[in-house]
């Protein structure tokens, strides 16, 4: 926060330089938490059961790895159910409208049973996907509410994050490539990304699988038998 704060004061010509050298401490790199598979089924279950707004939190985090702020922010114009894709281009704080985290535009396509639910819930009470009784834009509040009702539901951890955690763990385990998964969850760096291949048993059973095919190379032998190569005393 310093090192922001300091960056920013030059930026704005507050100061002429940075006046020291924040460094970052080294801390060991923590495992997010996720739902698995079967978890992440429960939570949709219960998240339907719950209503429409819950049921969607539920999948545009699991499934397309939306932030709280960007589910908030999305728009139905950003939704585009003829081609089956979701454009993300904003997010939500505390009332103000603004950028992605990464300042960049992800389209993401749509899994099967997410387009069905947007086709389904499709509200024109609102210009938000997200949207109250009365057409109203939902708060961080309301959305991590409806998070907690429909993980009490299904007797899984609670949390709005868990559900991004889970969108990358998910296709991390089924073998997607790092580059693409940061792309997806619109990852700056890909040593985020990175973190969640060591869930991956597929990505390293393909990989030893590599040392099983049928080898190029020639042996000693084979080249005795062609003749490329003369037997000597």
């Known amino acids: 926060m310093l090192k922001t704060l300091l960056t920013a004061a030059v930026d704005w010509d507050v100061l002429d330089q940075m006046p020291c050298v924040v460094r970052l401490l080294e801390v060991p790199r923590t495992c997010a938490s996720f739902h698995d598979f079967a978890a992440y089924e429960w939570l949709v279950d219960g998240a339907r ?9 539920v999948l545009l985090g699991g499934e397309a790895g939306l932030r709280c702020g960007e589910m908030m922010a999305l728009e ?11 454009s993300v ?17 992800r389209h993401i396509p749509l899994t099967n049973r997410l387009q069905e639910a947007l086709q389904l819930y499709r509200d024109v009470r609102g210009q938000r996907v997200l949207v109250g009784r009365r057409g109203q834009p939902l708060t961080q509040k309301m959305v991590q509410g409806l998070v907690k009702r429909s993980a009490r539901r299904a007797g899984v951890p609670h949390g709005v994050h868990i559900l991004r955690h889970t969108f990358c763990s998910h296709l991390a385990m089924r073998g997607a490539p790092a580059c693409a998964i940061q792309e997806l969850a619109g990852h700056q760096n890909l040593s985020t990304t990175q973190g969640y291949m060591h869930l991956s048993p597929a990505v390293l059973e393909r990989s030893i699988r590599l040392l099983d095919q049928p080898r190029n190379v020639p042996t000693l032998g084979d080249m005795l038998e062609t003749g490329e190569v003369e037997k000597t005393n």
Do not use: C, F
């Not at 139905?76 to 979701?86: A, F």
């Not at 281009?89 to 535009?105: D, L, P, Q």
């Open 89 to 105: 281009e904003r997010s939500e704080w505390k009332g103000h409208v603004t950028a992605t985290k990464g300042g960049r535009v």
């Open 49 to 57: 059961a719950v209503g429409p707004n819950a049921h969607l939190v």
């Open 76 to 86: 139905w114009t950003d939704v585009d159910l003829r081609t089956g894709q979701v």
